[in-house]
């Protein structure tokens, strides 16, 4: 056939890894005794998973780098949310 490739354009080199960042938004109801911050998510959360949490109040932000200890859902609003309990594995910068 005329004007048609006759080599792949892509391929890959065998399997590759990466991550995904999916942006959701949280509520943050409290920290906990032991340290641990409690959200309030749309999404589940899996255990042991290492997440970024960026928290915004007024001009400022923290990241925050933590770990999905436990996530269980519950009925708010009228809908399922999760509560994820999460620990924080280290500081924070400001912005």
Known sequence: MSGRRRHQ???????QEG???IRR????????????LAVTSDAPGIPD????LDLVADRASTSLM????E???????GAVRHTLRLA????????
């Open 25 to 36: 938004e949280v509520v943050v109801d409290g920290r906990g005794e032991d340290g641990t």
């Open 66 to 69: 933590v770990q999905v200890l």
């Open 88 to 95: 924080v594995l280290e500081g924070f910068t400001r912005c």
């Open 19 to 21: 991550a995904l960042r």
């Open 49 to 52: 998973e290492i997440l970024t």
């Open 71 to 77: 996530s269980r859902p519950v009925m708010k609003d």
């Open 9 to 15: 354009r892509y391929s890959t080199g065998g399997s």
